[in-house]
């Protein structure tokens, strides 16, 4: 606390917030510091707890399976997914063209067979016959193959969309979390300055007089800011001014009846009757 | 702040006692500490409660996620619906000790936090209580002197500008007694000169006795 500086007309301004550091940034840091690890230590939980509610929770949207696509070269054990390939039917060809055919087209077919490709009702692949004149393929996939596909991505794509959302959510509550904790250290921080200033301001005020008080000096002492806090304590320390004023009138007032009587008897001049003359004036100066 | 020397260490004239801390006067200022007290309990507890409240609703959406699923799992046979049942009875007592355990940390922690805040802000009422009490026997004209404050107090330094300011009036006050002493007993000698003479002054003699009783007066203040 620096003395020196007294004003009456003394006015709050954030410059001269910290007046007593170490009562201050103590109570401040405290409240702060308390806040602080409140809100990491149950926001750790709370993101340990958000962290298994959204695992639970895709857990649970994976559950709900998607029809599944069908394939056009389905496994061998899902005969319901498994997409007639396209038959194609081939008009018979003419006497005596397939003998000059069948030995060129033999040879082709066995490298664009799959290799695992099962046995089943209709071929596998198709033997194509080359007419010289025209070919028909007849596709024969199940009508509600488009719908099948689309139900199928359009599931995925919500799965897809629940997991965002529940990621989204999760995150929400980090940053909200993060956002409030560093919006209510902030908060405090200024508060608690703010408060302890109603405190550390009239310590200030009396540290100053008290300094006055230190060098002889018992000026008029004036009231403290509206808002500031030990209002009471500040009245007793007035008493106490009052007290220490009334005790140098009373001084004065038996010093001067005697110097009075003492000029009155003749007796001014005495050494004795100097020295209370200069006690006297240093006494009416201080209370000035 | 009516009894001054009951909860400081204020001198009185029978015997200095170093006193301890009293839990039966920690609440030296009410209003000073109450309000610093509520603001950082009540602060707690809305955070607490916040987030307890957000840790308990993950929770009980997480089990309530696992209940519907079990749910649907356990629909089409009827003989895994008692685990199912099972199940939701301890995800739902799970829960509910969430609660009781969160609610008993919060107000322990309140409890604790209260306590400590008590003891803290005590260190600052302290101090300004011992103060207040010197200024009541300064308002007196009681000079006394001033003990130090207890270990651990807090405002020391302002505790040491009032100390430096007491001594300084009290060495300032027993200076003016020797003088008022001094000048007291040459003038008593220099009156009894002239009283020999046959000049007897009565008006400087009732001064006198004046000053002497003013004198004995502030000698027992500084006492």
Redesign the interface.
Known sequence: ?N?KSADRSYKRSWKNLLI?K??QL??TL??VG??AV??VG??I??MW??N??TA??MT?VR?DACPRLPSLHPPAGDPEDRVPAPSMHLEEAPEGAAPRAAPRAAPRTPPTTPPAAPATDEPRHVNVQIDESSMTLTTTLPPDLADRIAAHWTCELRQVATFDRLERGRRR?LWA?IATGLA?VLG?ALYGIK?THR?AGP?FK??LY??K????RFDKVYNLRKGD??V??YD??K??????V??QQ??IA??A??I???D??G?GP????A??RE?MAR?EKSIE | MSDPTAATGLPTPAARVKHQRKLSNYLLDKSLQLRYILLVTILSAVISAALGYMIYDQRRTASESIERDLQALTQADSSRQEFEQHVASVLESDDQALIYKMVAVGFGLVVILSAYLVIMTHKVAGPLFKVSSYFEHMADGRLGPVTPLRRGDMLQDFFGDFKSMHESLRARASADVVVMERALAALRTAEGDAAARGKPDQSLDEALAALDHHVANRKKQLA
């Not at chain 1, 008080?213 to 002889?216: D, P, V």
């Not at chain 1, 005495?270 to 009757?273: G, L, Y």
Request: glycine share 6%; aromatic share 8%; net charge negative.
């Open positions: 606390m003395a007593n170490r009562y103590r109570f405290f409240m308390l806040s409140l809100m149950l926001g939980w709370v707890v958000a298994e509610t639970v929770s649970s559950g509550i979390m209510l405090l408060m405190v310590l009396v540290s008290l300094s008080m230190r060098e002889g806090q030990l009471e304590f007793h320390f008493l106490a001014h009052g007290g220490i009334t005790m009373d001084d038996r010093v009846a005697v009075a009587a003492a009155a008897a007796m005495h050494p004795a009757i020295e209370l006690l006494k």
